[in-house]
């Protein structure tokens, strides 16, 4: 499978986080972003553990379900975009859910996502979600032509939303 990687050379990206409560989907995802080279994945499954890894360690992204068993992925972007600790407010986010509507998208934009990846999903549209949220928030290391061939390659997809 040919996936495009964010990082240059051989230079990798620091940690992401992957907030998902069901284990496969979150491995999934996970494998997914780990592809597009960051160095660490750390998964959790709820909200008080997304918090606790952002206290203790240097998050570069985070893909957050919506619907977290009975919690609501929106509060935790909401409470990223405030949170009183250096860079963490700036941190790309790339909403997730199997709830694609309108409405949800907006919720999840007023909230503070970069992207939104509907489920199910393409491999592409992950790739595509997240290096636009990176971009976005200018994490990337590489040259601006690569984000640009990057952003290029994946507008070939049509599974994507995205958010302006």
């Known amino acids: 499978m040919n996936t ?11 940690a ?6 069901d284990e496969h989907m979150r491995a999934l995802l996970a494998g997914l972003v ?35 068993d009975e919690e609501d992925g929106t509060a ?11 860079g963490i407010p700036a941190m ?4 997730v859910s199997a709830t694609s509507t309108l409405s949800r ?10 992207a939104f990846i509907a489920k199910p999903f393409s491999v592409a549209s992950v790739q595509r979600s997240v290096t636009l949220a990176c971009v976005k928030r200018q994490l990337t290391k590489t040259p601006k032509q690569d984000v640009l061939d990057t952003i290029r390659l994946f507008d070939r997809q049509d ?6």
Not at 43 to 58: F, H, K, M, P, T
Request: one cysteine or more; aromatic letters at 2%; hydrophobic letters at 50%.
């Open 92 to 95: 790309p986010i790339v909403a």
């Open 16 to 21: 992401a986080m992957v907030v998902e409560d």
């Open 159 to 164: 599974s994507f939303v995205d958010i302006d």
């Open 76 to 86: 935790l972007i909401a409470a990223i975009r405030s949170h009183r600790r250096t």
């Open 34 to 68: 780990r592809q597009l080279g960051f160095e660490r994945l750390i998964e959790v499954a709820r909200i008080d553990q997304a918090l606790g890894v952002l206290e203790s360690n240097d998050v570069e992204l985070a893909l957050i379900d919506l619907c977290l």
């Open 105 to 114: 998208v907006e919720q999840a934009i007023a909230a503070g996502a970069d």
């Open 4 to 14: 495009a990687r964010l990082s240059s050379g051989n230079k990798r990206l620091g």
